[in-house]
């Protein structure tokens, strides 16, 4: 065999093996399942089915968050806040992450952190105004994933009964 041939046949395993070992890598990436619950994002709130004019095919994957009371959202989960933007309607949309999943909060009155801020779970992230309603949704890279799975929105039992 030849130098030339050698190099070339080393070069050809050597690109083998990084392209078989960085596909084993995005493998177990996309494979790779949500295992937390997530905080409610109210304190004093409840979520319900999207009330839509129409239904969506594939079903719109979101939560409406309502609350009782002017209230502040939290964060449902320890992330960093990758965009802050106004919204047309005058309120602003939050979007924070965690490795590969995506938290969308729209419909926040007044945002209280920063971009690329390091957040916690239960940490306020802005206000809300009673009479509105946020949507909350969850986005695995860029597939929108069912919230509902995983949020912790339960009203305890002594304000169920305080709002009755």
């Known amino acids: 065999m030849k130098l030339n041939q050698?190099?070339?046949l080393t070069a050809g395993l050597i690109f083998f093996s990084i392209t078989t070992l960085n596909a084993q890598k995005d493998k177990g990436k996309k494979d790779e399942k949500f295992d937390?619950?997530?905080l409610c994002p109210f304190e004093?709130?409840?979520g319900r089915e999207?009330?839509?004019a129409f239904t969506w095919d594939p079903p719109d994957?979101?939560?409406i968050m309502v609350s009782q009371v002017d209230s502040a959202i939290r964060s449902c989960i320890d992330a960093k806040v990758l965009s802050i933007n106004p919204t047309e309607d005058g309120r602003y949309e939050i979007v924070v992450y965690y490795k590969d999943f995506y938290?969308?909060?729209y419909g926040i009155k007044r945002a209280l952190v920063n971009i690329n801020q390091q957040i916690k779970a239960g940490q306020v992230i802005g206000t809300y105004t009673f009479g509105q309603?946020?949507?909350f949704r969850m986005f695995k890279d860029e597939v929108p994933m069912d919230p509902r799975e995983f949020l912790e929105c339960k009203i305890q039992e002594e304000q169920s009964q305080g709002m009755k």
Request: net charge positive; hydrophobic share 45%.
């Open 44 to 46: 004093h709130g409840m």
């Open 50 to 52: 999207p009330k839509e």
């Open 103 to 105: 938290f969308w909060y």
């Open 61 to 63: 994957k979101k939560v």
């Open 133 to 135: 309603e946020m949507e």
């Open 6 to 8: 050698i190099i070339l």
């Open 36 to 38: 937390k619950k997530l």
